[in-house]
């Protein structure tokens, strides 16, 4: 059959769309509003059958009564008229984890936006799924309507993935970049952020790092070929990020981003997701409010730079409707853009690559207090790219005092953390952070 | 048969390479270097058997010694052991667009960087491959490495496109970004240019905005479902860029880029490409040297951005790859993101959406001079903004005006800049750019 026919003999493929939260109800609009196009797209009617959600009652501004009900998403799974189960319930375990193994068992084709599921089962799951002969596509799992699983999967399958790095939590990018707007404390922007409603049921998931964190897990699989590993990535959130360390920053030319990082070295894989220190005037410097953004870098390609909203109903809907006239095509590709049986296990990097690193400490007003900081760097290895001393000011004579060093180990930077304060001309705990070349 | 098996048991998809140039070469190592990776991806061996191009003696710094060799694309193109052809030779006409007919019409799938085939012929090739039951693809004719015909054909099938715009030529964008970082006048960043290697033989295709214009005219048919049709883009090239505009444009915080735009509005199909201001901080504005970008705009996705290296021999022939792993894949999608048959005839739109423009004018030192210029503008129904005199200078006493107005019509500015002469306060000719929101 051509494809110019396809759209008027095909039959319709039919969706269960289990949990009707933003992602869900926005889907639900899309398929709606652009039945006409997508089945044009996709050469054949895109239509739901039955959804699912917690509660039946709830007012969800969209028109629901022309498709079935189930109270329980795994017997929605298990419908013999449903072709692709939708997945939009969160959660790593329970109702969403199983629903999707049913749905896999029971021969269909799975579309999620389930980061945690996938950063932690994502292997199995996907062998599950390719044991059936079915599909199994999370595009709208890692920075919403950003298409970096397909970027990296599809577009970039002839290069050897070099880096993978990315601001990918909208509500951590638009806590640091309105404390620097505004001049404000992380703590009275975090009540702002709450009550705006930006911060998720439990804030650690944000704050923490541990949402973005199960993105980077993702693209680490791809990227590597490697089982996704969200227990390897080593996680700080933005919660130390203190509003002196973003004006002191901005001198020196850099702004602070949580920065997710995934790169194969010789001594294994790499993930880490930590406020890191960027050029204020590259693309990630640049990123404000709750954009995301994620640079791939690839040895036939170079540097890829994607961006856009990383949340929200519209965003994180189109990435689903992406994945399901994907799969109306008939295109069928491994989850992680290989076998799920050829993912390798991946050996953790017990420490990252060297990097020029940020320090920031309160020097007391004491003859030779400099020097013996100096004294201490150079004892462990460390040499200074630039220093900048600020006036001495308050009664104790404190001085803000910020180096830059040049690239070193980052054992020689705890080594030299840990010395600081011994030498008695420091007031209070240094501060250190990773200068991330972009 | 499950992805898992594939890999081992599947037959090897077949090249055949016609152009052995800066992509051609690239895309044979690639396959040279990755040949197990790109295996394991596409689920199959990818293999070249024949390649073509005009001079076989010429060195070309990669082992052809296992291939066929072809004289004429033509025949490569019927030849039984090739699965897909891989025209590289480039131009619209002639030996590329006849080999590509005959591989469509004896069975071979296509993959080509052609952007002016495609931008002039797009329609009637894909309409070809569909009924001979073939695909056509041709991610490296727009932006080299970034995937943006894969991001809008694919990623975005759920939106409707509201506008395409982007940064589509390297030359164009090194010579503008070189004239502002150097100070130089257009005329020795040209020649800079020609002696680097930058430009096209005739480099018209570059500087004219042709070459932009062919990737604008595919985007636009891909984002409206319209036919490609390069003869309606509105070109103007960078000849006319002053190193005056670029510096003046600066001070009122904007850059000039070579600007290609198409949307759909309520008089039809806009295509222009031309010189635009776009504010200094907006990621097009930041955008330096041969860098691209592209930034489509969806009802459900928002603003998507996608940047990289748009030229080149790693990043073309890492979008040629893309498609030939999507091919061995098994993915089969309407060229042009729908069937070829249902594409419309675009009404070109006859004049350009209001916009707000920027106009710079030499002023004679005669009294009530500046009050004769506001009165021009404000009988063309043009409101300013914002407006910017300096000092008088030379012996002449000649004042350069800038002058921001608010949002008005082409048509309205036309009129101005046909009238400001006669006012007979203006030294030379007045220059109006168009100020593009971003």
């Not at 969800?60 to 072709?83: G, I, K, M, P, T």
């Not at 880490?272 to 404000?288: E, K, T, W």
């Not at 007391?364 to 460390?382: C, F, H, N, Q, R």
């Amino acid at each position: 059959m051509s494809a110019q026919n396809l759209g008027q003999n095909a039959s319709p493929l039919r969706l269960g769309i289990a949990g009707l939260g933003t992602v869900g109800t926005g889907t639900v609009k899309i398929i709606q509003k652009h039945a006409e196009l997508l089945g044009l797209r996709a050469g054949r009617p895109i239509t739901i059958t039955a959804v699912s959600a917690r509660d039946r009652m709830k007012n969800r501004d969209v028109d629901l009564s022309s498709y079935a009900w189930e109270d329980d998403a795994r017997a929605l799974a298990l419908r013999e008229d449903v072709d692709i189960f939708v997945e939009l319930i969160g959660g790593e375990e329970g109702i969403a984890r199983e629903a999707v193994l049913a749905a896999l068992k029971s021969g269909k084709d799975v579309v999620t936006a389930n980061k945690a599921l996938l950063a932690i089962h994502g292997q199995e799951l996907a062998g599950l799924a390719e044991t059936n002969g079915r599909v199994l596509r999370f595009e709208a799992a890692v920075a919403g309507g950003i298409p970096v699983i397909k970027a990296m999967t599809e577009s970039m399958a002839g290069n050897e993935i070099r880096r993978v790095m990315g601001v990918m939590n909208g509500t951590c990018n638009y806590i640091l970049t309105r404390m620097e707007s505004a001049g404000l404390p992380y703590e009275t922007v975090f009540e702002e952020a709450r009550q705006l409603g930006y911060l998720e049921a439990d804030p650690t998931l944000d704050v923490g790092g541990i949402d973005a964190s199960h993105k980077l897990a993702i693209l680490a699989a791809i990227a590597f070929g490697t089982r996704p590993s969200f227990d390897a990535v080593e996680i700080e959130g933005i919660e130390r990020v203190s509003i002196d360390d973003i004006r002191r920053a901005a001198d020196m030319g850099y702004r602070i981003k949580l920065l997710g990082v995934a790169q194969m070295t010789g001594r294994g894989l790499e993930q880490r997701m930590s406020p890191c220190l960027v050029p204020a005037d590259s693309p990630l410097g640049q990123l404000q409010g709750g954009t995301n953004m994620v640079v791939i870098e690839g040895d036939s390609v170079g540097q890829i730079v994607l961006r856009g909203a990383g949340a929200g109903e519209g965003p994180t809907a189109s990435a689903v409707i992406s994945d399901v006239v994907e799969i109306a095509r008939g295109v069928r590709i491994p989850s992680f853009g290989q076998p799920a049986a050829r993912l390798s296990v991946p050996q953790p990097a017990r420490t990252a690559v060297p990097a020029a690193y940020y320090i920031r400490l309160q020097l007391t007003d004491k003859p030779g207090a400099l020097a013996k900081v100096a004294a201490v760097l150079g004892d462990s290895g460390i040499s200074i790219d630039r220093m900048r001393q600020y006036g001495h000011s308050g009664h104790e004579g404190i001085a803000p005092v910020l180096i830059v060093t040049h690239k070193t180990t980052p054992e020689a930077i705890d080594h030299a953390i840990e010395a600081l304060p011994r030498t008695g001309v420091i007031a209070g705990e240094p501060v250190e952070l990773r200068i991330e070349e972009v």
